[in-house]
């Protein structure tokens, strides 16, 4: 069974009454527990490819589901509670609020499901330790490495037990050592917690841990 | 209502707000500071017109009548004459004093002029008041704190506490010219922060003589026999022709009245400056919350992703600015609070004397200062929020 369907997406941007196509009639599938790893020159498309997934941006054509939801046919509000259940968000620049300790930045996703403070921090304390970062819990993202910011993030996309987690150039920021802590990481979530990851990224390293590759360039699939 | 709602839609904690101030604390000093301060003069405005309107207000009794000319706003601008004067002195229904006399006083009221202590230069107007026996014994919140009582019959006055604290030569045993002649002090006296603080008292005959005051009052001030008794008197009042060109008032009311003038021009000119101070206060606050937005559009982007709603985002910006806006108000609240401790005094428009008074704190300043505040935060606040809220999850996630 494919967790991700995308049929026939086409995706363009208009500037003025230009149209700037950027993703041509893409179809794929991702079975569950698929390590997918999007390849392709700068400004290929990968990252408008992850949006559409992730339901943070929506196809100019073509449907796709995840999960059998159909996330071309949501409304907004819909689409942002299905983001905070399905979707494990990991960025190149960790994207963590500077004003929240590790702990808080693990617990935000939280903030929107109707767990109690104490599950909560049973949810938040599991995540941290699987990242392996349990002793850096009160800190600042401004005291941590770079590396262990970007495993925060991942604790962080892991805390709702989402049905993808989503990575764009997770490795892109780090040095070669915290890369590689990082798709370890990445790796153990898909062998131990079965997690469906797709991830887009330059490293070749990376595309090694991937199982399957696909090549984006102009906005098709190669 | 608007608070309560954000409140519920409130899914971001407060710590998330507090400490985004405290990140830029700089700006948040600043904004806090223009907010503060137009908060300050706002409440201070208003406790100044309420301190006028309470101690004007305390200077009236319950039991006492006062009657002046129909249409005159103060005893300086009142005439009674002695034939009207006779007429309502054999009037029913006045109580009695312990000697068994009517308990009904005929005052005039001068204003002369004294130098102050403080400016250099400056003169001030005091309500100067001839009164009598039965007039002492009206104001029996009025207690002599030394010296003693002018004899009746002689060139001799008392003088209020803020007299004898702001103008030269206002001591006991010290003369006073005017009208003509110099008036020896003979003593002080403390009307408990009422307005007869700010007169001076004298023999109503002898001063009547120095101004050349004869055949006529300015006042008459008498007690009812029963409170309730005030309509009957009125009526009975109103049906002497003789009558006709004066007016009734319970003494209350009077100063009520009195103060009402000056407390609302006070309140309506305070306002307007606050609301004219208010727009720059909240164009401070506008940018603040602006630069706020655009410093975090990635992480409003982030949110987004991660499932916040539009409205999270809202709201949290929007307590941003209602904290900035309430530390805002409390501070200059507080600032104000402080001015309970100061005394100053002004001419009184219904008398055009001096009229010492505090400013005064009251719950209903405390609410509308906070409502004041409150509306800054919403409309500094307003418009960035919007745009927060507004911002497209893809391209703010771009912006990085
Ligand atoms: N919001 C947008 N408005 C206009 N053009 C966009 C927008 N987002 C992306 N693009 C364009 O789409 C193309 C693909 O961008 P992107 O998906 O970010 O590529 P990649 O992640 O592969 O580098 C680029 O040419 C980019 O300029
Ligand atoms: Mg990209």
Known sequence: ?222 | MVFGRLVNVMKLPLKYTLRNMWTRRLTTVLTITGLALVIFVFSAVLMMAYGIQKTLVETGSEDNIVILRKAATSEITSIIMQDQANIINALPNIAKSIEGKPLISNEIVVIINLPYIKKEGGFGNILVRGITSEGIQLRPQVKLVEGRLFQWGSREIIVGMNIHTRFQGCNIDEKVKFGGDEWTIVGLFDAGGSGFDSEVWGDEVQLAQAFGYAGAYSSIIAKLERRDGFDEFVSTFNKDLRLQTLEVKSEIKFYEEQSEVMAMFIRILGIVVTIIFSLGAMIGAMITMYAAVSNRTVEIGTLRALGFRRRNILSAFLIESFALALIGGLIGLLLASILQFFQISMTNFGSFAELAFSFSLSPSIIISSLIFSFIMGFIGGFLPAVRAARLNIVNALRSA
């Open chain 1, 1 to 222: 069974m494919a967790i991700v369907s995308v049929k026939n997406i086409s995706k363009s941007y208009w500037r003025d009454s230009l149209e700037i196509p950027v993703l041509r009639n893409i179809s794929f599938e991702v079975p569950e527990g698929e390590f997918l790893g999007l390849m392709g020159p700068s400004g290929s498309g990968k990252t408008t490819l992850l949006n559409l997934i992730a339901g943070i941006d929506q196809p100019t054509r073509g449907t796709i589901t995840v999960a059998n939801t159909d996330v071309t046919r949501l409304n907004e509000s819909q689409l942002a509670k299905w983001r905070a259940q399905n979707i494990g968000f990991v960025f190149q620049f960790y994207n963590l609020l500077p004003v929240l300790t590790a702990f808080e930045n693990v617990e935000l996703p939280l903030l929107l499901s109707k767990l109690s403070k104490k599950e909560r921090r049973e949810h938040v304390e599991f995540s941290l330790k699987v990242v392996g970062l349990e002793d850096r819990m009160r800190h600042y993202p401004k005291q941590l490495s770079g590396g262990q910011e970007q495993r925060v993030a991942i604790a962080r996309a892991i805390v709702t037990d989402p049905t993808i987690l989503i990575a764009d150039e997770p490795t892109g920021d780090l040095d070669k050592t915290s890369a590689l802590e990082i798709l370890d990481l990445l790796e153990q979530l898909n062998k131990e917690f079965k997690k469906t990851i797709i991830i887009v990224t330059h490293d070749p390293r990376a595309a090694e841990k991937a199982h399957i590759i696909k090549q984006l360039d102009k906005g098709e699939l190669t």
